[in-house]
């Protein structure tokens, strides 16, 4: 398992769990051609005031360019080294193309350096790594990285672990049924790509922070408590001692409904294509 336990030196690391890239990553050293530089912003706006609480400080990075929409048809690619990426929670791969070119791809659970993929929009085999349309990939089938619009890129399943399933196609023949990882089943077009297997770093949710620290170093301040505050910095301050929130439901600094408010818009035009919400 690449989880380690760290040596309780300190009481600050004593349940602190970390990855063990060395036991995963083939390299340190980003790809120079595709990193940009990242501005940091702290959380402000064009005029300096705090629009997104709890940003700032963090190490620096660099962004690393992911080719979400694999649209380099019928052209083998093999996996030259397995990377660690700052900007998400899975691991990357460098491929390089049969003409040279090199792209950056989210890297699939078992996917090893050495390996060929492949991106086609007709049939091909159905291994880890390789991308086609989602009408030509069989039920059942665990896949991710999926399009939600043709050409667009993949937008869902991008996450450590994560993966959604094939179910079938839907009565008119022009969409394939998928089951999310959230439990929700949805409709997607017959020609929005996907890559099939799941994405790496499937321990990732058994990572214990165990410090503040950790997260200055992420870039994520501190988060105060509504209820302790005063009544003009939030609905849930002010009071003698423990007050209870004072309102019929939990409410944000500015007042609004939360935890449990629905937010997505009801008039949204892709609600049609939701077969079951998650749960």
Not at 114 to 140: F, H, M, R, Y
Not at 211 to 221: E, Q, T, V
Request: aromatic share 4%; proline share 5%; net charge positive.
């Amino acid at each position: 398992m690449p989880i380690r336990r760290v040596k309780a030196r300190s009481s600050g690391i004593r349940q602190t769990i970390i990855i063990d890239y060395k036991k995963v990553l083939t390299t340190s050293v980003p790809e120079k051609s595709l990193v940009v530089a990242i501005k940091k912003h702290s959380g402000r706006n064009n005029n300096g005031k705090i629009t997104v609480r709890h940003h700032g400080g963090g190490y620096k990075k660099k962004y690393r360019i992911i080719d979400f929409k694999r649209d380099k048809i019928n052209k083998v690619a093999t996996v030259k080294s397995i990377e660690y990426d700052p900007n998400r929670t899975s691991f990357i791969s460098l491929v390089v193309y049969e003409d040279g070119e090199k792209r950056y791809i989210i890297t699939p659970k078992d996917l090893k350096v050495g390996d060929k993929i492949l991106s086609s929009n007709k049939q091909i085999d159905i291994k880890v790594g390789n991308a086609l349309p989602i009408s030509l990939i069989p039920e059942g089938t665990f896949v991710h990285n999926i399009e939600l619009y043709p050409g667009r890129g993949g937008q869902m399943i991008r996450s450590a672990g994560s993966s959604a399933q094939i179910l079938g196609k839907d009565e008119t023949g022009n969409y394939m049924i998928v089951k999310l990882s959230s439990g929700e089943v949805r409709k997607v077009s017959n020609l929005c790509m996907a890559t099939v297997g799941v994405v790496s770093n499937e321990e990732h949710n058994l990572v214990v922070v165990g410090k503040a620290g950790i997260n200055r170093h992420k870039g994520i301040r501190p988060t105060v408590r509504g209820s302790a505050m005063n009544p003009n910095d939030h609905p849930h301050g002010g009071g003698e001692g423990r007050s209870p929130v004072g309102h019929d439901a939990p409410r944000t600094p500015w007042g609004k409904r939360h935890m449990g408010v629905k937010t997505r818009n009801k008039k949204k035009a892709s609600n049609a294509l939701i077969v079951r919400r998650k749960k």
